[in-house]
């Protein structure tokens, strides 16, 4: 139907060309004039949170939330909301709807989603870490789904437990794969270094990498662990080190 082609493109042009105004503008007639179908307010609401129009976004994601019946497009909806919500700084709220989300289907991406979100936009972690824990329990090939979990056991101090997975995830790693999700995955550096235990990362790096792309980041490792070049923020090294495969 014309109404799925508009969703269709909206999605492609928020979420993969980034452009983020004009996947709105595809939908914003059709779902105000829309009262059934929650899918153009689902697709609206994601293309309005991808140009950071999160009030507006809010407002359709809600909508979508309201016209849903389905478990599973329930589940979908509801974690719309919670991304939207979480990104707003509204995260005790965005956890609950991430709940809510995973009542009646407990689909690891989704969780994964909500436990992501809540780590990056600085909400409380000890809500979600469970979650993170049982979707990289699920999804035990995703090394995605894995370096979320991750970043909030290293965040939340665990390195104990942290350390077997850093092993796991590093020796699952390419350059193309840390040139795609580096601006991400720095964070969870900065909490390692913030823990002090950057020579402890340099090292597991060394014993447990297969690409070479990890030389250099353990290299960076070492530098932040011995405090030299201190006019360098951490961040700054590790983006110097995630731009290699450039080179």
């Known amino acids: 139907s014309s109404t799925q082609a508009r969703c269709f493109w909206s999605h492609i042009l928020a979420r993969h060309l980034k452009r983020a105004e004009e996947g709105a503008e595809v939908l914003r007639k059709t779902a105000e004039g829309e009262k059934f179908d929650p899918n153009p307010h689902y697709f609206l609401a994601e293309a ?16 979508a939330v309201s016209l849903t019946f389905s478990h599973k497009d329930k589940a979908q909806s509801e974690e719309m909301l919670s991304n939207v919500l979480i990104a707003q700084g509204k995260c005790e709220e965005g956890i609950q709807a991430g709940i809510r989300a995973l009542e009646n289907i407990f689909d690891p991406s989704i969780a994964n989603g909500v436990a992501w979100g809540t780590y990056k ?16 329990r699920e999804a035990t090939g995703d090394i ?10 290293t965040r939340l101090g665990h390195w104990d437990r942290a350390v077997p997975e850093w ?23 900065q909490d390692v270094a913030s823990l002090g235990r950057m020579a402890d990362l340099a090292t597991i790096i060394e014993d447990a990498a297969t690409d070479g792309i990890w030389s250099m980041i353990a290299r960076a490792c070492r530098v932040v662990s011995q405090g030299e070049a201190a006019a360098t923020t951490t961040e700054e090294k590790f983006s110097d080190a995630g731009q290699v495969h450039l080179l």
């Open 121 to 136: 936009h600085g909400g409380d972690l000890t809500r979600v870490e469970g979650l993170a824990e049982r979707a990289k």
């Open 167 to 189: 092993r796991r995830w590093i020796a699952s790693t390419n350059a193309q794969y840390l040139a795609n999700n580096w601006p991400d995955d720095v964070l969870a550096f």
């Open 144 to 153: 995605t789904i894995l370096q979320t979990h991750i970043a909030i056991l």
């Open 48 to 63: 309005l949170k991808e140009g950071g129009k999160f009030d507006e976004a809010e407002h359709y994601a809600r909508t």
